[in-house]
């Protein structure tokens, strides 16, 4: 089976950045497609980026310009880095993995961003 670990998530002041970091482990190829979502209390998961084996992103509009996901696929692991952090941005940050018709979720890194 796939496992997903995140790393990176603590606590940042606004306009601070950090790097969320998954690594993938496991019975897993290099054809698949990474993304970051975000939970927030009393709010939908939200996907926040997304990342093919090739290198296309997309990016959901309130993090455009902010947040950047990359991925190195020898290390099978996917980062997003994110910039001026605003509070909004506070929320778990779940790492998913799409391959085929599987998807794979890791547990989850906290974010937030408060003064």
């Known amino acids: 089976q796939v496992q997903l670990v995140e790393s990176g998530g603590g606590l940042v002041q606004p306009g601070g950045s950090l790097r969320v970091s998954c690594a993938a482990s496991g019975s897993i190829s290099s054809i698949y497609t990474m993304a970051w979502y975000r939970q927030t209390p009393g709010k939908q998961r939200e996907l926040v980026a997304r990342i093919t084996n090739t290198g296309s992103t997309i990016y959901t509009d309130s993090v455009k310009g902010r947040f950047t996901i990359s991925r190195d696929n020898a290390k099978n692991t996917v980062y997003l880095q994110m910039n001026s952090l605003k509070p909004e941005d506070t929320a778990v940050y779940l790492c998913?993995?799409?391959?085929?018709?599987?998807?794979?979720w890791g547990q989850g890194t906290q974010v937030t961003v408060s003064s």
């Open positions: 998913n993995v799409v391959r085929g018709f599987v998807m794979y």
